[in-house]
């Protein structure tokens, strides 16, 4: 065996495993694009977020090095978080620099759960932590693997001048296929929120300053449906004035993720559907089964104009109308939500819709030709010879 040719079969074979391992590498990363992830900081401590099944969440924790200090997360609920790795370090290698830690939560279970990491020395005993993030998560079931992520934005702004504050949390979607389609659902978000700063703003410059009385504003967010197609989201907080009870905020938006538009009610239904009557009655009907709830609120609140359904979000068997606090029923009772089954819709629903198939509607047998058989029945019997006369004719 000559030399030129032992060479040639070493190249051969490291060409080979070189391919191997871009292909396994190429493998790994579809791998893990493919998988959901949200990412949070300490600046949104204290919220809570909705993930699907099997999501990743990624909290980014800042720490100071040299200190002794550093981030240790609580055990999580059994079977409801998994903890995938231990925390990775980004920076601050040398004494006093600013670092991150990043830890990786998996959702496994549906439900409420919890993520608490405090900052400490790991070797004193009996001391509390310098700082304690949590995080409370709503795990829903997920119906498919989106295409996307969702990064929370938070907003905080503080004029001890002007006496007032704002602290406001709102979803920015990243990766999404359709950049165009992105940039216009991200642009809707934001001009949304800018919106109520604005007023806010204009507002709180001159009644905190007139009246002397800190005036603020709280935003928070919750995804109350995520797919490839539409992206569900209701806003929620409150604006304090000096009131005895701030002002709630409310409001929903249901984003078509394709077109990059947000939905109206109205999107939902054909042209001319009585689709107010529907839902009138059946939230009426539904309310009035809980205890304690007066028919009055109930009747006004449930009323068939559009100004009572401004506020809802799809499900997979279901269209939630959110009634909000004083409109169905009194302040103390708080936002409620009403789920209407597509089925009490049935062909009024746009077949653009994506979430449901209308079920046609059986034609009476009676209108059906002689010929036609019902999908799934057995043909009906023949028909029994008359019996024959005594005589035999």
């Known amino acids: 065996m000559s030399k030129r040719f032992?060479?040639?079969?070493?190249?051969?074979?490291?060409?080979?495993?070189?391919?191997?391992v871009v292909l396994a590498s190429a493998g790994n990363c579809e791998e893990v694009q493919q998988q959901n992830s949200i990412t949070v900081t300490g600046a949104d401590n204290g919220s809570k977020i909705t993930v699907s099944q099997n999501d990743l969440v990624i909290v980014r924790l800042e720490y100071t090095s040299g200190t002794g200090y550093t981030w240790v997360a609580d055990k999580p609920e059994r079977d409801k978080?998994?903890?995938?790795?231990?925390?990775?370090?980004?920076?601050?290698?040398?004494?006093?620099?600013k670092g991150i830690e990043i830890f990786t939560f998996k959702a496994m279970e549906t439900g409420p759960s919890v993520i608490r990491i405090n900052y400490l020395r790991p070797w004193e005993k009996n001391v509390p932590p310098a700082e304690t993030f949590t995080l409370n998560?709503?795990?829903?079931?997920?119906?498919?693997?989106?295409?996307?992520?969702?990064?929370?934005?938070?907003?905080?702004?503080?004029?001890?001048?002007k006496n007032w504050s704002i602290l406001v949390r709102y979803p920015e979607i990243r990766n999404f296929p359709k950049g165009n389609q992105q940039k216009s659902c991200n642009d809707i978000i934001?001009?949304?929120?800018?919106?109520?700063?604005?007023?806010?703003?204009d507002q709180a410059d001159k009644g905190a300053k007139d009246k002397n009385i800190p005036w603020s504003l709280y935003i928070d967010y919750e995804v109350k449906f995520q797919s490839n197609d539409y992206l569900g989201v209701v806003f929620t907080g409150n604006l304090g004035s000096g009131g005895a009870n701030p002002a709630p905020i409310i409001y929903s938006m249901l984003l078509d993720l394709n077109k990059g538009v947000e939905m109206n009610l109205s999107d939902l239904f054909n042209p001319g559907a009585n689709y107010l009557v529907v839902m009138s009655e059946y939230s009426s009907k539904k309310l009035s089964e809980k205890q304690n709830m007066d028919e009055s609120w109930i009747n006004k609140g449930t009323a068939a104009v559009a100004g009572n359904y401004r506020i809802f979000y799809p499900n997979n068997d279901s269209l939630v109308i959110v009634f909000p606090p004083n409109q169905a029923a009194p302040y103390s009772e708080g936002a409620i939500d009403v789920p209407i089954p597509y089925e009490e819709f049935n062909d009024l629903l746009n077949p653009?819709?994506?979430?449901?198939?209308?079920?046609?509607?059986?034609?009476?047998?009676?209108?059906?030709?002689?010929?036609?058989?019902?999908?799934?029945?057995?043909?009906?019997?023949?028909?029994?010879?008359?019996?024959?006369?005594?005589?035999?004719?």
């Open 6 to 20: 032992v060479f040639r079969t070493l190249i051969l074979l490291a060409a080979l495993s070189l391919a191997l």
């Open 81 to 97: 978080l998994l903890l995938m790795k231990n925390p990775e370090f980004a920076a601050g290698d040398m004494p006093g620099a």
């Open 137 to 161: 998560l709503e795990v829903i079931a997920g119906s498919q693997k989106v295409s996307y992520v969702l990064d929370p934005v938070t907003i905080k702004e503080q004029k001890l001048n």
């Open 190 to 201: 934001k001009k949304s929120i800018d919106t109520q700063v604005k007023q806010f703003e």
């Open 352 to 393: 653009d819709f994506k979430l449901y198939t209308p079920v046609p509607e059986a034609v009476p047998a009676s209108e059906r030709p002689a010929s036609e058989e019902v999908p799934g029945s057995s043909p009906a019997p023949a028909p029994k010879p008359a019996p024959e006369s005594a005589s035999g004719k």
